[in-house]
């Protein structure tokens, strides 16, 4: 059972280009949830996403940014018209839960380590 | 969104020390907590569960106060494997995402 799929692992991009970073779950997991840690920072939650809906988007900076998850496929995390500020580690993780007390059924992607030039 | 108050690090101890953390938040609501590791900037990997009653796994004891509104990790006889950043991170009500706080740096030298 392959654990959460991030790509890719490092993604350069230029001043004003656009960013996709895909998130593949584990196997039956139909919630995904994308974080970003800066530079010297902590994990900062960005949206919370079930199949096809978006459930908690508090953290998407409110331009620039989308996220979605398909019926089929990964979920996409876009990024239009990157800055230099847009670097940063995005970290993915899914769970087959919606309330996992225990955490034990969370599990992180390795990340997209995005730097805009 | 608040974020959870973690000790400043970075805590720099030898081999076999032991080293405690704490880390406060300010939801009073909050329904769960834990502790993560990350090394070197990789994806964070829970390191344990923390419980009202305490939670411990070998060398890693975990403690919540929900009266004062802080929860603690304690790592007896520190390994230099222990090296890595340890993230407090607590989540609200059920269905919400994880809070993580900055994270505190150890550092175990030989």
């Known amino acids: 059972n392959a654990g959460v799929m991030q790509n890719p692992r490092h993604l350069v991009r230029r001043r004003g280009q656009e960013a996709r970073l895909r998130c593949s779950p584990m196997?039956?997991?139909?919630?995904v949830y994308w974080y970003r840690q800066l530079p010297e920072e902590g994990l900062k939650f960005m949206v919370y996403?079930?199949?096809?809906?978006?459930?908690?988007e508090s953290g998407m900076p409110k331009e620039r940014f989308s996220a979605e998850f398909p019926k089929e496929g990964p979920s996409i995390l876009r990024i239009q018209q990157v800055v230099r500020g847009d670097s940063a580690a995005y970290f993915c993780?899914?769970?087959?839960?919606?309330?996992?007390?225990?955490?034990?059924?969370?599990?992180f992607g390795s990340g997209t380590q995005l730097s805009v030039l | 969104r608040k974020e959870v108050e973690q000790d400043p690090g970075p805590f720099n101890v030898p081999e076999g020390a032991t080293v405690a953390f704490n880390c406060t938040y300010s939801?009073?609501?909050?329904?769960?907590f834990f502790w993560y590791r990350q090394d070197c900037r990789k994806e964070p990997k829970l390191l344990m569960s923390?419980?009202?009653s305490g939670n411990e796994d070998g060398r890693f004891t975990a403690q919540l106060n929900r009266a004062s509104q802080y929860i603690s990790l304690l790592i007896r006889d520190s390994k230099l494997s222990d090296s890595a950043t340890y993230l407090c991170?607590?989540?609200?009500?059920?269905?919400?995402?994880?809070?993580f706080g900055k994270g505190t740096t150890l550092s175990v030298s030989s």
């Open positions: 993780a899914s769970s087959p839960l919606a309330d996992d007390r225990s955490g034990e059924k969370l599990f």
């Open positions: 196997k039956g997991h139909s919630h």
């Open positions: 996403l079930q199949k096809e809906n978006i459930i908690d």
């Open positions: 939801n009073s609501a909050s329904q769960s």
């Open positions: 923390v419980y009202s």
């Open positions: 991170v607590e989540r609200g009500q059920a269905g919400t995402a994880l809070i």
